[in-house]
């Protein structure tokens, strides 16, 4: 059974830093990847950024790269999000996903385990 519980969620101000951390209960054999998505209210879910997970090779959204590190903790199983430099439209529930899939890391249809979310709220 798969399980992911995202946390560090909080509401910050514009410029701020924030550290999200997902921690997973998965059989990381089959695992090809890990993501952090987006949902806004009235939005589609939006891709951040995602780890291959054999060989750690990162993929970032234009909004987020040069701002936010994805990485992952092998000994404790858990997938972490460094968002630095945060503003307004960074704001939204963050979620954290996995898949077996090894294509389309950026596409929230090719994940089929996901977490409940953490929200993140920037104020200006």
């Known amino acids: 059974q798969v399980q992911l519980v995202e946390s560090g969620g909080a509401t910050v101000q514009a410029g701020d830093s924030l550290r999200l951390s997902c921690a997973a209960s998965?059989?990381?054999?089959?695992?090809?990847?890990m993501g952090w998505f987006r949902q806004a209210p009235g939005k589609e879910r939006e891709f951040v950024a995602a780890?291959?997970?054999?060989?750690?090779?990162?993929y970032y959204s234009d909004s987020a790269k040069g701002r936010f590190t994805i990485s992952r903790d092998n000994a404790e199983n858990t997938l972490h999000l460094q968002m630095n430099g945060l503003k307004p439209e960074d704001s939204g529930v963050y979620l954290c996903?996995?898949?077996?899939?090894?294509?389309?890391?950026?596409?929230?249809?090719?994940?089929?385990?996901w977490g409940q979310g953490t929200q993140v709220t920037v104020s200006s």
């Open positions: 996903a996995a898949t077996n899939d090894d294509v389309g890391f950026h596409l929230y249809t090719r994940y089929p385990y």
């Open positions: 998965i059989d990381t054999f089959d695992l090809m990847a």
């Open positions: 780890i291959r997970w054999f060989d750690e090779r990162t």
